[in-house]
């Protein structure tokens, strides 16, 4: 604001970080800062049939979880398209023209699209996203195919459906619904898959690093076979599918190395004309574990070779038959070797994924969603070895009103972009991993008098915020945000240019550094009639005008405020500006130092805001037990647009150093018991604030 104020084994890498435990991490956003727009790249035939993605859908672009999240044969984790363009089709032609590009895509399907001929498989190549957009994402008549070497592949909320020729064991028809040979990094999440006319899913040829969760795969013979040569390599994770109505291949796993198969439902029902023959199988080598899953009336539920090992953990038989079998010699192994996942209890399954499996309206309406933010770190770096190459793109990652803390751990870099974590995405934080908090900076130039680049006006003083964090219990934590706006190159417009805005209850800010020159930290609340508590503690905050500001009720503890010249090389400034309700508290430095490269008492501590002339407003900024340097004037308190700050709330106890005074009629000073009632725990109001 202006001085008045204006208004593993050695052949995996096992992931450094935990993916969502135990469940996809849905509901992630292509944001156009990282998809930008595809129209006229491809001409305007291009431009016709498929329509460019300014936005893509929230859940479009997740990254895998199991051992499709492992590093791996030169792939970190699996991501599909998430890196290209998003494009929606919703037509065969357009969805075979970009699944068989060799770029990068997120490919919305939008429609019900049908393969021409019948048994059409489209030739999936590497870096592709397939996602249905809603419940309307439909492929009659054929599928996909993934052939040897095709790698980082997503294929979510599709249904894949009837391509049956009227052969119930069809051996004439090889047409699956995803058919893999060779591939790897493959994730297969949320598909509805039936009624094919061989099988529904088809992993052979040593495809590896796969992932298949939350599928509903039904009315077909063969589910899901698996294998294939005598390879003993393939490494795959099969978890909260729902296998219903099928006959064998459910699934049929056959020499892979690590079968991790858990809380995955069977169920054959009472009364129809299709009776399995077998549920789970373990042939060949396979080496399978199998936890917590539910089978409901299969005959012969889990079978395994003489030459095949399987382990069985907490599973539920109910109405089963026949045989049902554990062992082998094979070594025992631990999945939490490769990538982290929870385990739902096996009674909870069936109502679990009669409710969360299969394509949704909105993947964020799943039951995996409530947990997919449990125990999650995003992982952004600047040279794409990460989940994400933006802060952004992994705050959007963030599931809607995930219920449990996510962790964005944001290796060392430099950053210039702007960030925003919005209020339906709470318990989010944002560290910074390298040795010190000057490794990792988040960067942006606007001002309050920049134009946007939409030509809608000026972003205004919040809206210029580098950093801008809307959302409940957020923290952040070794790592500088920054605003460096050239005040002297623009002199001609507004200047106030805020690195970090929050506006938001119970943020923690730890071990960082804020800095800009006026108005640096904005510590607002979400409205007027909100409460708003902020505590930084270990921390730098830099500025020279009213650069720690606003209705919060913030707590600068144990940390520097540091002093800055203005552009021109003078010395004048203001610490604080505080725009507090009445009945509220406001601004409290305590257990800190003032200080920086400026001329003695140059800076005042603070100054009334009262927000577009509120008079009701009783501004409050309390520096106690601090250590205030020459720079601070003798008299630290000053008016502000006719407000008068005797008339508000402004009071000093015990500080130190060079800028302390004794009480006067100019420089108030607390008495111990007034002191007593304004401790850093009065401002916190019972909250404990607590790295996490």
Known sequence: MSDARRTPPPRHRKRRTALAAGVPLVLTAAATLAYGTDLGLFGADAQRRASAATAAPAWATATADGFASVNALGQNGTYGGRDGKTVTVKTLADLEKYATASEPYVIVVAATITMDPVGKEIKVQSDKTIIGSGTSGQIVGGGFFLGQGVHNVIIRNLTIRDAYQGVWNDKEHDYDGIQMDGAHHVWIDHNDIRHMADGLIDSRKDTTYLTVSWNKLSQENKAFGIGWTDNVTADLTLHHNWIRETEQRNPSTDNVAHAHLYNNFLEDEAGTTIKSSYGNYSRGRTNMLLENSY????????????????????????????????????????????????????????????????????????????????????????????????????????????????????????????????????????????????????????????????????????????????????????????????????QDISQQAVALRTAADKVFLDGVIVSGDQDTLLVDTAAKDKLGRVYMSNSYVIGNVDFVFGRATAVIDKSVITLKKRWNGTSAGYVTAPSTAAGRKGILIANSTVNGDVSD????????????????????????????????????????????????????????????????????????????????????????????
């Not at 952004?392 to 210039?416: D, E, F, H, L, M």
């Not at 702007?418 to 209020?423: A, I």
């Not at 800076?603 to 106690?624: E, I, K």
């Not at 008339?647 to 130190?656: G, H, I, L, P, V």
Request: aromatic letters at 8%; charged letters at 15%; proline letters at 5%.
């Open 295 to 490: 089978f409901q009336g299969t005959a012969n539920p889990v079978i395994r070779d003489s030459t095949a090992t399987l382990v069985q953990r907490g599973n539920v038989f109910s109405g089963t038959s026949g045989r049902n079998e554990s062992g082998g010699t094979g070594a025992a192994w631990n999945p939490k070797t490769y990538y982290s996942y929870t385990l739902d209890k096996a009674a909870d399954v069936p109502s679990l994924l009669k409710s969360g499996a299969g394509p949704r309206a909105s993947l964020g309406t799943t039951a995996a969603t409530a947990k997919a933010a449990a125990a999650t770190t995003l992982t952004v770096t600047k040279d794409g070895s990460g989940q994400y190459s933006t802060v952004q793109a992994a705050v959007n990652a963030v599931p809607v009103n995930n219920p449990s803390r996510v962790v964005i751990a944001v290796k060392p870099g430099t950053y210039r972009e702007l960030v925003k974590v919005p209020s339906n995405k709470p318990h989010v934080t944002i560290q910074g991993t390298g040795g010190s908090r000057k490794d990792t900076v988040i960067v942006y130039n606007n001002a309050s008098g920049t134009q946007k680049p939409d030509g809608s006006g000026t972003y205004g003083t919040g809206g210029s915020a580098t950093v801008a964090v809307e959302a409940d219990d957020f923290q952040a934590r070794n790592l500088t945000i920054s605003n460096d706006f050239d005040e002297a190159a623009h």
């Open 601 to 692: 008492r140059s800076f005042y501590l603070g100054r009334p805001w009262h927000a577009g002339g509120d008079a009701s407003l009783d501004p409050q900024t309390t520096v106690r037990n601090t250590s205030l340097s020459a720079a601070v004037r003798t008299t630290p308190w000053t008016d502000m647009s006719g407000f008068s700050w005797k008339d508000d709330r402004f009071a000093e106890y015990q500080n130190t150093g060079a800028g302390a005074g004794s009480a006067s009629g100019d420089r108030p000073q607390l008495t111990a018991a007034q002191a007593a009632d304004q401790e850093v725990a009065d401002w916190l109001g019972g909250w404990t604030p607590s790295a996490s």
